[in-house]
């Protein structure tokens, strides 16, 4: 894939920075800095000036401590003095951006163009604008900017949540510090009600806490050495990541021999900060002017949701047990890549299929189906003889258009269910892809046409037994013309898998066949069979005719409302196909006219493959979001 084809994301953090590369067919992954899924955001200044970040700028601290600057996103002046020069906040940034930059050319094979800042939702325009400058300092193209807590809204249904609109949920954003937002989905996205942080409600308050008790032996010499504490930070830091899958670990001093850490000892520095941010869950939700039961769920994000207790704190404090998200410290970021894709996100909102209505998508090519296919079979015309007096030679009259039509409406009864049988399959699989929301619709539409094609090849077997004559002729007029809307239904599946694109209106209201279209084609074919089987008795036989005449005049008008939708095309097309299809009915040109309808299907499917899915039309932008009812000073990313 080509480089401007890709989309990168980053969340630019106060202790770390997290970037994901992600491309058009849905995959993606997160950078590695010195072999670690994220880099630390602290700078050193060099003596020449130059700026080293990352684990070089923490493995200079020692040596030059007062040249190290841990967070250089932290919220205050945008001028800080290094050794006695003044410098420019912004530059520092502006270095850890500019290398995660360059490791996605490096990826990428070439620049990206298209790029997402992840920041705070209690950012105000100054310092949105700032992180603007910053970006093109870097050398980064103009890059979108995305509300964290939105982020993560668009990763959770990316990840197959279902957040139906008018839902509450909240995001518990613990990082350097804490953000805790709630969200509402309302028909154009995701809208914030109110975000509160506390810059000391999270990971550099427990590292201070760490720290502290690590230093507080008194024969420690270097606990106000500022090289010292930078390494006491640093070995606090890796321990505190290691508890998570360790019970005690080892943490080297300097100047003194290594000290033993254990969970007791994490729980006991970690509880303040935790206890603050669940207070601020508590009262983001009150701020929102919702209850916790309004609420579709609490979900914990970033690098320290991984701690056990935030779980357990929160809960206590709201009444709602938390989600801590897989991968947290990735998920506001992975959730910017996706968001927008193709500039399409507000359009795309899962509009619920009301039941009655989605049961008619599926009841009536059904039962049309159904009719059709035992009209065939309790009309079909023996030449020669009878199948039930066995008579040797004989030969039956079949109207195979209308065993077309019957395995066209069949497929597309299963076809309508697709979202239906996605889920039953999802519901009882261990494979975790199917239970994405991509992977239940793909599976889904697969199932439905496995199942569709094997009912339409049933109708042939059994009309083979029925009438005793050989399935091939059979299976060639019930299986090839649905083959185009077989291809059709694939490619579906196919970018459902990949999740290119997500449909307006959701998957559900996608496979739902045109009903109109089908009754009148079924109807139209019904009188076409009538008048080619019917008793003509002197009297009946201008009705008989007169009725194939007017079902080829609805068979020629369902064909029209499957290929076109606007009413005026319907009544120019319809004119002069409905005049066609009507003349042409006769026993050997009903095969025909089934076929007909069956390609007419399947354009009907590729017209929206192509205009729903493939080159939708840009919905129009969401209408900016009114004020925040509640915000603090940010500080809290992680």
Not at 82 to 110: M, Q, W
Not at 133 to 149: K, T
Not at 287 to 302: K, Q, R
Request: glycine fraction near 10%.
């Amino acid at each position: 894939m080509r480089a401007g084809e890709a989309r990168l994301a980053i969340d630019c953090g106060t202790t770390n920075t997290v970037a994901v590369l992600a491309w058009p067919d849905g995959s993606s992954s997160a950078l590695s800095f010195d072999g670690l899924p994220h880099l630390p955001s602290a700078v050193h200044v060099a003596d020449d000036g130059e700026m080293w970040t990352g684990r070089q700028a923490w493995q200079a601290a020692t040596d030059q401590p007062n040249r190290f600057i841990p967070s250089p996103r932290q919220p205050t002046d945008d001028h800080l003095t290094v050794d006695g020069i003044p410098t420019d906040r912004a530059d520092l940034v502006a270095a850890t951006l500019r290398r995660v930059a360059g490791e996605a050319e490096r990826v990428a094979g070439g620049p990206v163009r298209d790029v997402r800042l992840v920041v705070p939702a209690g950012w105000g325009p100054r310092r949105r604008t700032w992180i603007r400058q910053v970006a093109h300092r870097a050398g980064l193209p103009q890059p979108r900017l995305v509300e964290a807590p939105v982020a993560v809204a668009e990763h959770l249904l990316a990840t197959g949540m279902q957040v139906p609109v008018g839902a509450f949920l909240a995001v518990c954003d613990v990082g350097a510090g804490a953000e805790v937002t709630v969200l509402r989905r309302g028909p154009a996205g995701f809208e914030v009600l109110s975000t509160l942080s506390d810059p000391d409600a999270g990971g550099t308050a427990i590292d201070h806490a760490l720290v502290t008790a690590l230093t507080s032996d008194n024969t420690f010499a270097g606990a106000d050495d500022g090289a010292a504490r930078w390494t006491v930070t640093a070995s606090a830091q890796a321990a505190k990541e290691a508890l998570a899958h360790h019970p005690a670990v080892t943490v080297p001093l300097p100047d003194r021999p290594p000290t033993i850490m254990n969970g007791a000892m994490l729980e006991e520095a970690a509880l303040p900060a935790l206890q603050r941010a669940a207070q601020l869950t508590s009262d983001a939700i009150t701020a929102a002017e919702i209850s916790t039961s309004d609420l579709a769920g609490i979900y914990c994000v970033g690098g320290t949701a991984h701690l056990p207790q935030l779980e357990k704190i929160i809960a206590e404090h709201t009444g709602v047990a938390p989600t801590v998200l897989t991968e947290p410290t990735l998920a506001a970021v992975r959730g910017a890549a996706d968001a927008g894709a193709a500039n399409l996100t507000a359009g795309n909102v899962e509009v619920p299929v009301p039941p009655v209505r989605r049961a008619v998508a599926i009841a009536v090519p059904g039962f049309a189906s159904l009719a059709l296919i035992w009209q065939c079979f309790m009309t079909a015309e023996y030449h020669g003889g009878s199948r039930d007096l066995q008579t040797v030679h004989y030969s039956v009259g079949l109207n195979w258009g209308e065993i077309t039509m019957a395995a066209v409406f069949a497929l597309l009864a299963c076809l309508g269910a697709g979202t239906i049988l996605g889920s039953l399959i999802a519901a009882h699989s261990p494979t975790p892809g199917t239970r994405t929301e991509g992977g239940r619709v793909s599976i889904g539409i697969l199932a439905a046409v496995s199942l569709g094609t094997a009912i339409a090849g049933l109708y042939a077997v059994v009309a083979s037994q029925y009438f005793g004559l050989p399935v091939g002729g059979f299976l060639k007029w019930a299986l090839w013309p649905i083959a185009p809307i077989v291809l059709m239904a694939v490619a579906m599946a196919v970018v459902a898998a990949r999740q290119w694109r997500a449909p307006h209106g959701g998957w559900s209201a996608l496979l739902a066949v045109p009903t109109g279209s089908v009754v009148t084609a079924a109807v139209g074919m019904a009188l076409i069979q009538y008048s080619l089987t019917a008793d003509r008795w002197p009297e009946m036989v201008l009705w008989i005719d007169t009725a194939g005449r007017v079902g080829g005049l609805l068979l020629g008008i369902g064909v029209v409302m499957a290929l076109v939708s606007p009413l005026m095309f319907r009544l120019i097309l319809a004119a002069p196909l409905a005049v066609i299809t009507a003349a042409i009915v006769s026993q050997q040109a009903a095969g025909i006219l089934g076929v007909i309808y069956a390609l007419a299907v399947a354009v009907w499917w590729a017209a929206r493959l192509w205009t729903r899915i493939l080159r939708p039309t840009t919905a129009a932008p969401a209408a900016p979001r009114a004020g925040l009812p509640a915000a603090s000073p940010p500080g809290g990313g992680g």
